[in-house]
């Protein structure tokens, strides 16, 4: 049986906004061992469905998905960002 891990991406460092966040990713769990290939330095595996990320809408849609296909699922919670509004004018206040 295939397991899955169904989760909200992070936002990345490099960004500022929130695009790519919103939906649900379902990512497989990599299945056989993974092997050095001796020639090019890479690292490879017989099993490519760790390669494949799905997203979907809602995190039920990407349960339904998972138990429609009979995989063995994981739900990882999502963290939500704090906003602290800040004014312009904090920039030049002084420090006490």
């Known amino acids: 049986m295939s397991r899955v891990r169904i989760y909200r991406p992070a936002k990345?460092?490099?960004q500022s906004g929130l695009r790519n966040t919103r939906d649900w990713v379902v990512e497989f769990e990599?299945?056989?061992a993974r092997f050095h290939d001796?020639?090019?330095?890479?690292v490879g595996s017989r099993d490519t469905r760790h390669q494949v990320r799905l997203r979907?809408?809602?995190r039920d849609d990407a349960?339904?998905?998972a138990e429609r296909n009979g995989y063995e699922y994981q739900v990882v919670a999502p963290t939500e960002m704090q906003h602290r509004p800040?004014?312009?004018a904090e920039n030049f206040r002084?420090?006490?």
């Open 56 to 58: 979907f809408a809602t």
């Open 38 to 42: 001796p020639l090019t330095g890479w």
């Open 63 to 65: 349960i339904a998905f």
């Open 30 to 32: 990599a299945a056989g």
């Open 12 to 14: 990345t460092a490099m």
């Open 94 to 96: 002084r420090p006490n």
């Open 86 to 88: 800040k004014s312009y």
